[in-house]
């Protein structure tokens, strides 16, 4: 399966500034996921990023506030924009492995973010 | 929007004993993914199912997937402390995937 290098690792951050979490693959993929976190909890998809066109966001999300690059098909950036105590929360992007009854996701190790 | 409802959402058991975490829908899934995650840690593929009624082990693990593809149960025999984690499912549709909310399992020595 594929390996990710996410980082920051964790930030504390003060509100009003924008922090850009970066995820590297080790192998080619079509397209990247990135999901929120509280810890403990379940993931909610923010948005899937998709070399060479614009990312799709789920409802509840918008470029302006999570801006995404994918400029080739190893590496995608997000960024927190404008950030408020809300957006506290772990942050982990992930991309989909072998096929059929093997799929699954690979996720890195998460950045976890906390705005005061 | 598709929801998967995970019970119980909180275990803490003794070494050596068995459990088992479930996985609840209203929505019917292509393939069901399980997952551990552990702290500072992202989630960890333990394995997917796809056939209705369909059952995997995984050493001391069993997945099953319910015939009408909207439930699943993953069973641990004799828990052991390294089964310590937050336990995800994940229902998978038209190329998305859903999140459950997760079981948060601690096995004491």
């Known amino acids: 399966s594929a390996v990710i290098s996410q980082k920051p690792s964790r930030d504390i951050c003060q509100r009003g500034t924008s922090l850009t979490i970066q995820c590297q693959v080790d192998s080619q993929v079509t397209m990247m996921f990135w999901y929120r976190q509280q810890p403990g909890q379940s993931l909610t998809l923010i948005a899937t990023?998709?070399?060479?066109?614009?990312?799709?966001?789920e409802s509840g999300f918008v470029i302006d506030k999570f801006p995404i690059s994918r400029p080739n098909l190893t590496f995608s950036t997000l960024t927190v924009s404008n950030m408020s105590p809300e957006d506290s929360s772990i942050y982990l992007c992930?991309?989909?492995?072998?096929?059929?009854?093997?799929?699954?996701?690979?996720f890195g190790s998460g950045t976890r973010l906390t705005v005061v | 929007t598709q929801l998967l409802e995970q019970s119980p959402q909180f275990l803490s058991i003794q070494e050596g004993e068995n459990l088992t975490v479930y996985c609840n829908s209203s929505s019917v899934f292509s393939s069901l993914q399980w997952y551990r995650q552990e702290p500072g840690e992202g989630p960890v593929l333990l394995v997917t199912?796809?056939?209705?009624?369909e059952v995997k082990k995984l050493k001391r693990l069993t997945f099953q997937f319910g015939d009408a593809r909207k439930d699943s149960s993953l069973h641990i025999t004799a828990a052991q402390p390294g089964d310590t984690g937050l336990y995800l499912c994940a229902g998978v549709n038209a190329g998305k995937s859903t999140f459950g909310d997760g079981t948060t399992l601690t096995v004491k020595p």
């Open positions: 990023a998709n070399q060479g066109s614009e990312a799709t966001y």
């Open positions: 199912v796809v056939t209705g009624g």
């Open positions: 992930s991309v989909g492995t072998g096929g059929g009854s093997n799929y699954g996701y690979t």
